[in-house]
């Protein structure tokens, strides 16, 4: 595993594999990476060092042959004449990355399809799925494969199942738009988990997931494949479960009991409730979880927490905090009172109060300065204009489809609300649909936004993606929306119905933006009176 997170280049340095000097991304230069791909790390019979291996040669082995072998001869040699001077070599010529072997210092070799290159690899021949025929039925069931004990070289090429996984792989290629070596892969991936396939078997995805990532395969791709055929089962842990392990963690076993069966019924719904939204059903488990961890030191149910208890947390929190940790409190017992697992309800009673928020502040000049710095690329400086000038959410920049923004007619469509396309948010749209043609012309993702995970995909952008530039900034991409929104209410007056037209707002919000407006109009006439 490489020491730099992905996609950091290095300082200036050394490969590990060739010792070639400059500026790559990890430990390794690119062209040492795709030698060691397919390659198994041992000693060199020349240079004696761990390394991936070719014929028991390194590749700055190979390099230095195919030096020696240049300088003999006078021009660039064969593959065979470098492999005789292999074991001649007794030191090696340092070099800088990517001058070694330059493009079309090889010997020239003739093309099939004329000077513009070989001719393209046509498309796989139309297939079906295979026709059922009799097989003698496993006495136990399927039984689980382990992909890791094949070797790529081993696979069934001729497997009538390959050919349509194939078939189907092109298709979805040219529908998502999906690169030559992306196609590649997944064919090779294919080729590896259908090798043996019979009618009937299931692929599942605790089976292939290692293997194909252990060979640099990408597994979305393959798995979208053997979707489409209909042998694939996502058998796979969902990332709430594991979540959910380690909140429960460190409660008493009754408690931690109960509290699951509360946290199940707020995410699936129950008789007399519906299912809540995954990130509400986080935010209620982590509030009451220091309440819960506290009282399983003393208890092990819910019914032996009395409204002594609850007072007592509750009187060590303020503001906000004592705001959420009570509601959420008030769910958890108001649940567990109506499944009987408590006699009475130790929240009741107990007011929550309305939360009183503060007056919105402006943001300096000088913090909306530095967030426009920050943006450099087309995508970013579009993801400000929105959040900025729109009072667009994280969200709903995200979910912007294609057939929202109009270009021509200046506008565009924000949460179901049509918003006129002011000049600067124009540009930059008008730039990103540039940048985003030149970059991905055959993507089929439909979403306004895209990057390079989901280019070859219909899915949207993550919300962490979106709001990557300006994380770490003061002026964040929500402080910015609120800031636009405050300051519609400076210059057209504190009324909430301007703002709840202009903007969507609730009645709530758009008064809470109202209140904090004539505040500080309050206060910027007292300091202009005041001698």
């Known amino acids: ?64 042959a195919r030096l020696s072998a240049k300088t003999a001869s006078g021009q660039p040699a064969a593959q065979a004449l470098i492999r005789d001077r292999l074991a001649d070599v007794g030191h090696h010529q340092l070099f800088f990355m990517g001058l070694h072997y330059r493009r079309g210092s ?3 070799v003739p093309r099939r399809g004329g000077p513009r290159g070989s001719l393209p690899k046509p498309p796989p021949a139309p297939a079906r799925r295979p026709a059922p025929r009799w097989s003698q039925p496993p006495l136990f069931g399927q039984m689980a494969r382990d992909y890791r004990r094949l070797d790529p070289a081993d696979s069934d090429l001729a497997s009538p199942w390959l050919a349509w996984a194939k078939y189907l792989a092109h298709q979805l290629a040219e529908a998502r738009g999906w690169g030559r070596n992306i196609g590649f892969a997944v064919n090779r991936g294919l080729a590896l988990v259908l090798t043996g396939y019979v009618d009937g078997d299931v692929i599942r995805h605790s089976e292939i997931f290692e293997p194909l990532r252990a060979l640099d395969l990408g597994v979305g791709h393959v798995v979208t494949v053997l979707q489409e055929m209909g042998i694939f089962l996502d058998d796979s842990e969902p990332s709430f479960e594991g979540w959910l392990a380690e909140r429960l963690d460190g409660l008493a076993p009754g408690i931690r009991s109960e509290a699951e069966r509360w946290t199940r019924t707020l995410r699936d719904g129950g008789p007399r409730s519906l299912p809540r939204r995954e990130g509400t059903v986080w935010l209620y488990l982590n509030r009451v979880r220091p309440a819960l961890v506290d009282w399983s030191e003393h208890y092990d149910h819910l019914r032996e927490v009395t409204r002594d208890d609850v007072l007592a947390h509750v009187k060590t929190l303020h503001g906000r905090q004592r705001h959420d940790q009570l509601v959420a409190l008030r769910s958890l017992f108001a649940w567990a009172k109506r499944s009987g697992l408590v006699f009475r309800n130790p929240t009741s009673r107990i007011k929550v109060g309305r939360y009183e928020s503060g007056v919105l502040q402006p943001l300096a000049a000088d913090q909306i300065d530095r967030a426009v710095a920050a943006a450099t690329t087309p995508a ?11 009072a667009a959410r994280v969200a709903q920049i995200a979910t912007l489809t294609l057939d929202d923004t109009d270009p021509g007619n200046r506008r565009v469509i924000i949460a179901g609300r049509v918003r006129p396309l002011d000049d600067l948010t124009l540009t930059l749209l008008l730039d990103w649909l540039d940048h985003r043609r030149k970059r991905w012309p055959n993507t089929a993702n439909l979403h306004l936004l895209i990057n390079q995970q989901t280019a070859t995909g219909t899915a949207r952008a993550s919300n962490h993606w979106i709001s990557a530039a300006m994380r770490g900034q003061d002026a964040t991409l929500e402080r910015l929306r609120v800031d636009r929104q405050l300051e519609e209410a400076l210059v057209q007056g504190p009324d909430p119905l301007h703002l709840a037209e202009v903007f969507g707002l609730h009645e709530t919000t758009a008064m809470r933006y109202a209140d904090s407006a004539r505040a500080l109009l309050e206060q910027a006439a007292e300091q202009q009176f005041q001698p």
Do not use: N
């Open 380 to 390: 970013t400086r579009l993801i400000l204009a929105l959040a900025a000038v729109h």
């Open 106 to 108: 090889a010997p020239d």
């Open 1 to 64: 595993m490489s020491r730099y997170p992905r996609g950091y280049r290095t300082p200036t340095g050394s490969c590990e594999g060739c010792l070639a000097w400059g500026e790559f991304s990890g430990r390794l230069c690119p062209a040492c990476y795709m030698f060691s791909r397919t390659r198994t790390a041992a000693a060199c019979i020349g240079c004696e060092r761990q390394q991936p291996l070719k014929w028991y040669y390194c590749r700055l082995c190979w390099c230095q």
